[in-house]
């Protein structure tokens, strides 16, 4: 019963609208889920705000696929097979919520998730880049809210995963990686992610098998941290500068002394005009590494001369106003 209804889970409350058959499955990394959503707001009207039926297909995620809104995985892994429940989330779960409707949103519209950037600079490039290119996730990302959000769990498949990503397949880690590099080389970055993506989940399987922590664990760990990493290179030339914060920050709670995350954070925090936050991680990046110092330094001063840029464009705007 606690599993079922997510008992202790903080920030979680979980009803159970129609019951599901059978035990309630253990989804492993690799395992494929097939399912409806609906995401209301927690208003007097229940304001729908996404409805895959209403998009009409459902829902398919893989569990440890790098899928922004984990918190998914923790409630899909609750449910039976045919169960419908309703959750009700806070906002510490759905604060990227927004980004994740915004990618969905343009793929059942037939349009590339990422082509919705506007190039321009100054105070302009700062809007731009606080647009999700919707109105109502526009407000949800300037003030985060709890949200419902009610699954039909449909199918699962735990045999999907793919006989590439089992243990004897682990010898194609270094292929996807390298197939991952010469694509990034090449400016393709959206097939490069794919690749590295393909690698990662294929490490994560064959991890779940050891014991946290342990050497042949955390040399699977190192090897998932260099191409999450590359993954996150990938996302910054695709301007996706929330989800860099979102995986470099992951990796840095778990390993302090990651320099690259702190770099790449570092880097997306100052294309979203978090200045602080840029310095921060550039100042930590020269105490691990002060071999860095002249990449920095071009780094501080590209992020000085924008901030000097916006803050002129201020004062023009300002000065307009009054």
């Given at each position: 019963m606690k599993d079922t209804l997510l008992l202790g889970s903080e920030g979680i409350k979980k009803t159970i609208l129609h019951?599901?058959?059978?035990e309630i499955p253990?989804?492993?990394?690799?395992?494929?889920?097939?399912?409806?959503?609906?995401?209301?707001?927690?208003?007097?009207?229940?304001?729908?705000?996404?409805?895959?039926?209403?998009?009409?297909?459902?829902?398919?995620?893989?569990?440890?696929?790098?899928f922004k809104l984990d918190i998914w995985e923790a409630l899909l892994s609750s449910m039976r097979t045919g169960e419908v429940a309703e959750f009700w989330c806070d906002?510490?779960?759905t604060g990227v919520y927004p980004i994740v409707s915004k990618s969905m949103r343009r793929i059942a519209e037939g349009k590339d998730p990422v082509d919705w950037h506007i190039h321009t600079c100054g105070m302009a490039n700062m809007f731009a880049y606080h647009s999700l290119g919707y109105e109502d996730l526009d407000e949800l990302m300037k003030e985060p809210k709890p949200l419902y959000?009610?699954?039909?769990?449909?199918?699962?498949?735990?045999?999907?995963?793919?006989?590439?990503?089992?243990?004897?397949k682990l010898k194609v880690v270094p292929v996807l990686h390298?197939?991952?590099?010469?694509l990034y080389k090449q400016g393709h970055y959206q097939e490069a992610m794919q690749k590295y993506k393909e690698a990662i989940i294929c490490i994560k399987n064959v991890q779940t098998k050891e014991?946290?922590?342990?050497?042949?664990?955390m040399k699977l760990e190192k090897m998932s941290n260099t191409l999450t990493l590359n993954y996150c290179q990938c996302l910054i030339r695709t301007?996706?500068?929330?989800?860099?914060i979102e995986h470099t920050s992951d990796i840095i709670n778990q390993h302090p002394g990651a320099m690259k995350a702190f770099y790449l954070r570092g880097k997306a925090h100052m294309e979203v005009w978090n200045e602080a936050e840029a310095r921060q991680d550039f100042d930590r990046v020269?105490?691990?590494?002060?071999?860095?110092?002249?990449t920095v330094k071009k780094e501080l001063a590209i992020l000085n001369m924008r901030m000097e840029e916006k803050n002129e464009e201020d004062k023009k705007k300002y000065k307009g106003m009054f």
């Open positions: 019951g599901g058959t059978g253990k989804l492993i990394t690799g395992a494929k889920v097939t399912f409806h959503f609906r995401t209301q707001l927690c208003d007097d009207e229940r304001t729908v705000i996404d409805d895959s039926k209403v998009v009409g297909r459902p829902m398919e995620i893989v569990i440890g696929n790098m906002t510490v779960h959000f009610v699954f039909e769990l449909l199918k699962d498949y735990n045999d999907y995963i793919n006989k590439l990503y089992s243990l004897e390298g197939q991952g590099n010469k014991k946290a922590w342990e050497v042949p664990w301007e996706e500068y929330y989800e860099v020269l105490d691990l590494e002060p071999g860095m110092k002249k």
